[in-house]
Structure formats: C-alpha cells, structure tokens
C-alpha cells in the first residue's frame, strides 16, 4: 500500500509539472537591467566619434523593455536606455519551452532566457549592416518592475 500511494503521488507532481511547463510565460511590464556592451563605432545608445573600424569599446548600458502587448507566444513594445530615450520598437517570440525567446528590433536582434516569473538574461547583438553601422553585443540580467 504504501509503495501505491508513493508511486501515485509521483505520478500526480509529474503532471503537474508537465501542466506547469505547458503555460505560456506573461511577459507584460517593465523590465530593466544593467551591464556592459562592447562596441565598434557608435550609435544612440553608445554615442561617440569612434568609427566601426576604430578599437572596441566596453560600455556600461542600463536599458529598459517595456512589453505592452502579448498574444500567446508572440509579445512586442519598446526599449530605450539611460542614455537615449529612443522608444525603440521590438517584437519577441516564446519557444516552445517557455523559457526561451528571440526576437528583433529595427537593427539588431535578442536572444533571451527567462530565469524565473520575473527574471531573464537577455543577450543582444547587431552588425554593421544597420545605417550606424555599429557593432554590438551584450548580455546581462533584466527583471521586471514590480506591478
């Protein structure tokens, strides 16, 4: 009897677990972070009279995402930082495993984990082909603003 009892309280934390992971993460709100960015030449966020081909640069950026709409597992809003409130529109997309996510903006691109309900690292890149013709790549961890 008491192996039956074991055995079916494993069997219901498994699916709810399952159930659990089935759930598509609410990614609405305000989201802000701190870290650091190398940079080739210069743009908005990483102003200055470097050039692409000029030595990189490592910035401290402190960014916001302000994710104003979501439908399933497809979420859009805006980014701006500390040093260029530019209200940058970008548009994300939640895998399957409801934890990772991609998406883009008007030049570069996002790869994201979430780390928890309000917790995710978010990596971001862009080449040279945008009209800054910067380069970028970050990565750092972002939480969400308290409701």
Same mark, same amino acid.
Request: glycine content about 8%; some cysteine.
């Given at each position: 009897?008491?192996?039956?009892?074991?055995?079916?309280?494993?069997?219901?934390?498994?699916?709810?677990?399952?159930? /659990?992971?089935?759930?598509i993460?609410?990614?609405?709100? #305000? &989201? !802000?972070?701190?870290?650091?960015?190398?940079?080739?030449?210069?743009?908005?966020?990483?102003?200055?009279?470097?050039?692409? #081909?000029?030595?990189?640069?490592?910035?401290?950026?402190? /960014?916001?995402?302000?994710?104003?709409?979501?439908?399933?597992?497809v979420?859009?809003?805006?980014?701006?930082? !500390?040093?260029?409130? #530019? =209200?940058?529109? @970008?548009? &994300?997309?939640?895998a399957?495993?409801?934890?990772?996510i991609?998406? /883009?903006?008007?030049?570069?691109? @996002?790869?994201?984990?979430?780390?928890? /309900?309000?917790?995710?690292? =978010?990596?971001?890149?862009?080449?040279? #082909?945008?009209? !800054?013709r910067?380069?970028?790549?970050?990565?750092?961890?972002?939480?969400?603003? =308290?409701r």
């Amino acid at each position: 009897m008491r192996y039956l009892v074991f055995s079916l309280a494993l069997l219901v934390a498994a699916a709810t677990a399952a159930r /659990a992971q089935d759930v598509i993460p609410d990614l609405k709100g #305000t &989201w !802000t972070g701190k870290g650091k960015s190398i940079v080739l030449g210069n743009n908005a966020y990483h102003p200055g009279s470097q050039g692409p #081909t000029d030595p990189p640069r490592v910035r401290d950026i402190e /960014a916001t995402h302000v994710v104003e709409g979501q439908d399933g597992r497809v979420a859009w809003g805006h980014s701006s930082t !500390t040093v260029a409130d #530019t =209200k940058e529109p @970008f548009a &994300w997309a939640i895998a399957s495993d409801n934890k990772s996510i991609v998406g /883009a903006d008007l030049d570069g691109y @996002f790869r994201i984990t979430l780390l928890s /309900a309000d917790r995710m690292e =978010k990596c971001y890149v862009h080449n040279g #082909t945008g009209p !800054t013709r910067s380069v970028v790549a970050t990565c750092y961890t972002m939480e969400r603003v =308290k409701r």
